[in-house]
C-alpha cells in the first residue's frame, strides 16, 4: 500500500529508505558471480545467449544458417529466405556422415571429428559443393538441391600427407591445396591430380604462408599463400624461403621424454623469409615470377595480393621492412612486368587496410590513413586520384562493397562514435552521406550479392549480441535472432558508465567505470584496471564483452571499482593518435594511463592507495612496464607479457620501433627487464609453457631479472598452453588465480 502512494506524500528521508529497501530486496534475490558460473566447463551460465554464427550469403536473397541440435555432432544447413524467415534443408549432417562412412576405408571417430568442424567447410562459389578434410585426406561433397539427405562424397586424395588450404577455382571445376609444402590443383570430376610446383621443402614453401606472415600480415591462421584468377585459368602464389630465419624451440615439458618443437620466428632485428610472387596456369607449366627487383629482397614484404577483374594483372602491395611506405603495384600475369599506381606514406610506419575495390568503370576505391584518419578515396585506373569521398575526425573502418548500378559505397565506420561502430552509405562523389544503423552500440553487417540486403549484428555494453535483416537503405526487414538471455536477470550486476577523461595535453580518452552494485558514494572503493594499450587495439567498446564483462561484473561484486580507459594510442581515433609511441613504447601509453589515475583520484569514493592494473600480451607489456616505471599501482598482473622487444617478432616490433640496430635506445628503454630493479607493487607473472607468439623467454629473462635485484612477486605457469589459457579447467584456475591475487592485494 505504502509503494501505490505518491512519492510527494514523503520526505527525502522516507524515499531513500523505501528506495534502499525495494533495491536490497532485489538485490537479496539475486545470485552473485563466481569463478565457476562463468568459466568452468560443467558449470558455467550461458550468459552469451546463441545467436547463428558463420551466415554466408547463398544469393541475393538467402543465406546459409547452421541448424542448432541438443545433439552432439548433429546439424542441419539451412536456406534462410532474409525476407520471410523461411528454411529449406540443404544438407542434413547425420545423411553426411552416413554417406562418408559408407566410404571405403572410413573410421567413425575422424568422420564425426571432420563434421563438429562445419565452420572450417570449403564450398564451392554457388554452394553446390563442399570440401572437407577427414584424416588428412580430401573429400568432394556434391549437394541435391531436391534432397538433402542425398549427398554424393568423392574422394579427391589419397596421400598419407597432410593436405591444407583448400580452396575452390572461381567456376568450380577445380581445387587447389597445399601438400608437402607444394601447390597442388586436382579436376574434381576426373579426380585427377597434379602438382604446378615441384622444388618445395620445409625451408621452401610454395603458396603457403610461414609464421610470421601469417601472424602479422595475413591474419592469424591464415596460411593460404594462394590466389585463384577470377577466369580460373591461373593462380597466383607466394613463395617463401625460410633459410634465412632463426629457428625458435619450444618444449612439452610433460611427457617423460620432453616434446620438441621448432618455428621459424624471426625476432627483432634478425633475417626475414625471403618472399617473392609467381604466377603460374592451372594446368601446370613454368611460372611467371613477378619483377620486384626494385626492391631488396632482405628488406621488402609482400602485404597483399589479388587479381584484376579481367584476370590480366595482380594487384600486389609491397612494403619495406620498417613499414615506412607501402606501394600498391599492378603486375602483368604474362611478362612479370611490374607498375606501380601509388605510393602510401606517414610520419611513422603505413598500416595495410585490405584490397583496393575495382569498379565496373575501371576505377578503384582504396582505404588510406594519409590524413591521420582512415577515409576512402577513389582513384582512377593509372593511380590518379579522383576524389576523396569520405572525411572527418573518425574512421572509415571497413569497406563492404558498391552497388554500381546506384553508385552507393557501403562501409562501416565510427561517425558518431568512437566506441561504436556503425553502417553506412554514400555516393560515389561524396554526397547523400547516410547512417543506415539506428541503435547505438556496436553494428557488425554482411550485404548479400547485389547489395539488396544486409544482415547486422548489433549488441552494446548491456546487451548482447542479436541479428537482424535490413533492406539497402537500412529499414528493417526481419528480427533473425533477438537472443535474450534470461540468466543475466539471475545476477547482481551493475551497469557499465562510459566517462571520458582529458588528458594533460587535452587528449579527450574514453574510459568505462564498473560501480560494485551496492555502490555507496561514502566508501571509498580500490580499483581494478584492465589494459591493453596496443596501437589501434580498443577495449573501451560499447558491444557485448562476454566472459571478460562477467569477471569485471563478479570483482564488481566483491567491493572492487573496475576501471577501463583507452590511451590515445589504443583509443580508436585515428592513425594520428597511435603516432607518439613510434620508436619507443610505453611512455606515452602510461602517460595516458597515469593521467586517468589522476582523474579517478580525483573521486571521493576512489581511494588511491589501492589500485592494480592487469593485461595480456602488450597489456602485459604495459602492466609489466607500469610497475616498473611508476609508483601508481598497489599491484599488477602480467599475463603472456613482452618484456624485452627484441624478443618479439620483426614483422609487428620493427613496425612502432624499426630495427634494433637503427634504434637501440629505443629498444631498451620500452623493454621493463632492465628496469626490474624499479618494481613497485605487488606482481604476478602468468605466461603459457608453450606459447609460441609472445615465448616464455620473455618472463623467464624478467624473473631472472627481478631476482637478481632482490623483488619478490608471483609466478605461475601453465603447461600445454599457448599464448592463450585455452583449456578449459586450466582456465577456471587462472581466473581463481587472478581473483584470489587481486582480493588480496586490493581488498587485504
Not at 524515499?15 to 545470485?31: D, N, P
Not at 580499483?527 to 558491444?543: C, K, L, M
Not at 583509443?571 to 593521467?595: F, M, N
Request: aromatic content about 10%.
Amino acid at each position: 500500500m505504502i509503494i501505490r502512494q505518491s512519492p510527494s506524500n514523503f520526505g527525502p528521508v522516507s524515499v531513500a529508505l523505501i528506495t534502499l529497501f525495494l533495491s536490497g530486496t532485489v538485490l537479496a534475490q539475486q545470485r552473485s558471480l563466481t569463478v565457476e558460473a562463468i568459466y568452468d566447463p560443467d558449470q558455467r551460465v550461458n550468459f552469451n545467449g546463441r545467436i547463428p554464427s558463420g551466415l554466408t550469403w547463398l544469393d541475393a536473397r538467402h543465406y546459409l544458417e547452421r541448424e542448432r541440435s541438443t545433439q552432439a555432432g548433429r546439424f542441419r544447413l539451412l536456406s534462410v529466405d532474409v525476407e520471410t524467415g523461411i528454411t529449406e534443408a540443404v544438407l542434413d549432417g547425420q545423411a553426411l556422415e552416413r554417406a562418408l562412412l559408407e566410404t571405403p576405408g572410413m573410421n567413425t571417430s575422424a568422420v564425426r571429428s571432420a563434421l563438429r568442424t562445419t565452420g572450417r567447410f570449403v564450398w564451392n562459389p554457388d554452394h553446390t559443393a563442399l570440401v572437407i578434410t577427414v584424416s588428412n585426406d580430401l573429400y568432394c561433397i556434391s549437394l541435391n538441391d531436391r534432397d538433402p539427405d542425398a549427398v554424393r562424397v568423392q574422394r579427391l586424395t589419397r596421400n598419407p600427407a597432410v593436405e591444407s588450404m583448400p580452396s575452390f577455382s572461381p567456376d568450380g571445376t577445380l581445387l587447389a591445396f597445399v601438400r608437402d609444402h607444394e601447390l597442388v590443383v586436382v579436376d574434381i570430376d576426373q579426380g585427377h591430380e597434379w602438382a604446378l610446383t615441384r622444388d618445395g621443402s620445409p625451408d621452401l614453401l610454395n603458396g603457403e604462408l610461414d609464421w610470421v606472415y601469417q601472424e602479422e600480415i595475413y591474419g592469424r591462421g591464415n596460411f593460404k599463400g594462394y590466389w585463384w584468377s577470377p577466369d580460373s585459368s591461373q593462380l597466383a602464389y607466394l613463395q617463401t624461403d625460410e633459410s634465412p630465419v632463426t629457428e625458435f624451440t619450444i618444449l612439452d615439458h610433460l611427457p617423460y621424454q620432453l616434446d620438441v618443437e621448432t618455428t621459424n620466428y624471426p625476432k627483432a632485428g634478425d633475417k626475414n623469409p625471403l618472399v617473392r610472387l609467381g604466377v603460374i596456369p592451372a594446368i601446370g607449366g613454368d611460372t611467371v615470377w613477378a619483377d620486384l627487383d626494385h626492391y631488396t629482397p632482405t628488406d621488402m614484404l609482400v602485404v597483399s595480393v589479388d587479381w584484376l577483374p579481367n584476370s590480366d594483372d595482380v594487384v600486389v602491395q609491397v612494403q619495406n621492412r620498417e613499414q615506412t611506405w607501402l606501394d600498391l603495384n599492378l603486375v602483368d600475369a604474362l611478362s612479370g612486368a611490374t607498375h606501380r599506381l601509388l605510393q602510401e606514406t606517414t610520419p611513422a610506419w603505413v598500416n595495410v587496410h585490405g584490397d583496393p575495390l575495382w569498379l565496373d568503370d575501371g576505377t578503384f576505391l582504396w582505404l588510406s590513413e594519409r590524413s591521420g584518419w582512415k577515409h576512402l578515396y577513389r582513384y582512377e585506373a593509372d593511380g590518379t586520384l579522383i576524389a576523396q569521398i569520405t572525411d572527418g575526425e573518425w574512421e572509415a573502418r571497413s569497406l563492404h562493397g558498391v552497388d554500381d548500378e546506384t553508385g552507393w559505397v557501403y562501409f562501416s565506420g565510427t561517425e558518431r562514435s568512437p566506441i561504436g561502430s556503425d553502417v553506412y552509405r554514400v555516393q560515389l562523389d561524396g554526397s547523400q552521406f547516410t547512417r543506415l544503423s539506428m541503435q547505438p552500440g556496436t553494428h557488425r553487417a554482411s550485404f548479400s550479392p547485389g547489395f539488396a540486403h544486409y544482415l547486422d549484428t548489433w549488441s552494446d555494453i548491456s546487451t548482447p549480441p542479436q541479428i537482424r535483416a535490413h533492406a539497402a537503405d537500412g529499414a528493417e526487414v526481419r528480427v533473425v535472432a533477438e537472443n535474450k538471455v534470461s540468466a543475466l536477470d539471475d545476477y547482481r550486476l551493475s551497469t557499465p558508465e562510459f566517462v571520458q577523461v582529458t588528458s594533460r595535453d587535452d587528449f579527450v580518452m574514453e574510459a568505462m567505470l564498473i560501480r560494485p552494485p551496492d555502490f555507496d558514494p561514502s566508501r571509498r572503493y580500490p580499483v581494478f584496471q584492465h589494459t591493453y594499450g596496443g596501437p589501434h587495439a580498443q577495449q573501451v567498446r560499447n558491444s557485448w564483452a562476454g566472459s571478460a564483462g562477467m569477471f569485471y561484473q563478479m570483482l564488481a561484486q566483491h567491493g572492487i571499482l573496475v576501471w577501463i580507459i583507452d590511451n590515445r594510442t589504443a583509443s580508436g581515433k585515428g592513425a594520428a593518435s597511435t603516432w607518439p609511441v613510434y620508436l619507443h613504447l610505453g611512455d606515452q601509453e602510461l602517460r595516458d594511463i597515469e593521467d586517468g589515475i589522476t582523474w579517478l583520484a580525483e573521486q571521493p569514493y576512489v581511494d588511491a592507495t589501492r589500485i592494480g592494473i592487469e593485461g595480456w600480451s602488450y597489456g602485459g607489456f604495459l602492466t609489466s612496464y607500469a610497475l616498473t616505471h611508476s609508483d601508481s599501482f598497489a599491484m599488477g598482473i602480467a599475463g603472456g607479457t613482452v618484456t624485452d622487444w627484441r624478443d618479439y617478432d620483426t614483422i609487428y616490433t620493427e613496425r612502432y620501433l624499426r630495427t634494433p640496430q637503427n634504434n637501440p635506445e629505443g629498444y631498451r628503454h620500452s623493454s621493463p627487464r632492465f628496469n626490474a630493479a624499479d618494481l613497485h607493487g605487488e606482481l604476478l607473472l602468468i605466461h603459457g609453457t608453450m606459447d609460441d607468439n609472445v615465448h616464455l623467454q620473455n618472463t623467464l629473462q624478467f624473473v631472472y631479472a627481478l631476482q637478481k635485484a632482490g623483488k619478490q612477486f608471483d609466478l605461475m605457469l601453465y603447461p600445454r598452453s599457448r599464448h592463450g589459457v585455452t583449456d578449459p579447467e586450466l582456465n577456471t584456475h587462472l581466473r581463481h588465480k587472478m581473483l584470489d591475487f587481486i582480493v588480496d592485494h586490493l581488498r587485504p
